[in-house]
């Protein structure tokens, strides 16, 4: 593994060139100042190490200018909040406070060998999952960076969108790259529960704890140890449920209801919403504190009217799926139903176009589709 050192400190670089000398599997070239990386850095660099406050070019900006070419650990004598989260939303792998115990570093350098050892790997057996995704336009692109980058780290998510974009497709896309993919991925949602049944499934119950609780069940979030819960509309949580919520996040434990025993997890928990987060805490009904938690990387989801490269290509291989699942001939679209489809404005996005295709195939008389068999002008 070839590893760039960027720290002015003389003596800090020296010390991390001779610890890190021990270790055979390390190649390590050390530059002085974020300028002189960045005349150097190439193709063949795996990682690289550096220091925030610096002359010239502090770490953040030489971060930027990197422009995701490489994975990143960041150490600094003067961290604040502000700059973790900053370092955070770039895609910075491990935030390192100085003084710092070598172990602590070469342990952060393994975690990202092990990583790119896996991602190596799925390259070269094509078990990369983007065949989620249908399409290629730049806004799927733009999210699908932001997804890649934060699926590499433990950083709980926060998936924003319109009803319909396909927020657990990418939660799950998120869950099948990280290094929990053999672990477990749950989804629950919100608001497809009863308030008085929320906290239930989420921390599960012991027997005995309200009157049908007739038998122990575990919650979602034991069902999802060591894996990833997916939490969708989290805006409808209820209020007295998100309190529990933030302690199980912060204490990284949940105790089931009617118990007194404390059960440890270790999750990493993706939500998602298409409420107005900002104004629901502003109406006191959504908490800031577990805003905050659950907000270390938001990830936009674009409506698909932003993404019309996508729309023709979900489109066939929606009309393919089901006219193989009603055991119909192939089916097409005309060239009319095609421009019909690329002028409607999908409110319902994704989930819209799923729907108007499968009715299409259904009612269609012909083998290729006609834009009145769409019935998208009573949708206008």
């Known amino acids: 593994m070839k590893i760039a050192i960027v720290e002015d400190d003389i003596n800090m670089r020296k010390s991390l060139e001779i610890a890190m000398g021990d270790y055979k599997e390390f190649e390590v070239v050390t530059f002085k100042n974020a300028i002189d990386a960045l005349k150097k850095l ?36 003067n961290a604040t909040l502000t ?8 895609g910075v792998k491990d935030f390192l406070l100085k003084p710092f115990d070598i172990d602590a570093l070469i342990e952060a350098i ?19 999952k983007t065949d989620d995704f249908l399409g290629s336009s730049e806004a799927l692109k733009k999210a ?25 497709l990418f939660a799950s896309y998120i869950h099948k790259n990280s290094l929990r993919a053999k672990k477990p991925f749950v989804a629950i949602n919100m608001a497809a529960l009863p308030d008085n049944l929320i906290e239930s499934e989420l921390f ?45 996040l912060q204490e990284k434990e949940i105790r089931r209801l009617g118990s007194s025993k404390s059960i440890k997890i270790d999750i990493r ?19 800031e504190d577990l805003y905050y938690r659950l907000n270390t990387i938001p990830l936009e989801i674009p409506p698909l ?21 009603y055991g119909f001939e192939e089916k097409s679209f005309s060239k009319e139903a095609q421009s019909e489809l690329l002028d409607y404005n999908w409110p319902g996005n994704i989930r819209e176009l799923i ?8 009612l269609s008389e012909d083998q290729e589709i006609q834009k009145d068999e769409l019935f998208l002008d009573s949708r206008k």
């Not at 700059?83 to 770039?90: F, G, T």
């Not at 960076?145 to 319109?162: N, R």
């Open 42 to 77: 190439d193709d063949s660099y795996d990682l690289v190490i550096t220091d925030i406050n610096m002359p010239k070019m502090d770490g953040i900006e030489f971060v930027k200018e990197l422009n995701g070419r490489f994975e990143v650990i960041i150490m600094t004598g």
């Open 83 to 90: 700059r973790a989260i900053e370092s955070i939303q770039l």
């Open 110 to 128: 393994q975690r990202e060998a092990k990583v790119q050892k896996i991602q190596k790997s799925a390259k070269k057996t094509n078990s990369k």
């Open 144 to 168: 699908l960076t932001i997804a890649d980058k934060a699926s590499k780290t433990d950083a709980s998510i926060l998936l924003l969108g319109e009803s319909g974009v396909g927020k657990e």
């Open 204 to 248: 599960g119950f012991e027997k005995g704890a309200f009157t049908d609780a007739t038998e122990a069940k575990a919650g979602q979030f034991e069902l999802a140890n060591g894996g990833t819960l997916f939490l969708d509309e989290i805006g409808e949580m209820p209020y007295g449920v998100q309190a529990k919520l933030l302690r199980a």
């Open 269 to 287: 928990v993706v939500s998602a919403t298409n409420a107005n987060l900002h104004e629901k805490i502003k109406n006191g009904e959504f908490r």
């Open 305 to 325: 009217r932003e993404r019309q490269d996508e729309i023709l290509v979900i489109a066939d291989a929606v009309c393919k799926e089901n006219c193989k699942k």
């Open 355 to 362: 729907s108007v295709v499968e009715r299409a195939v259904i």
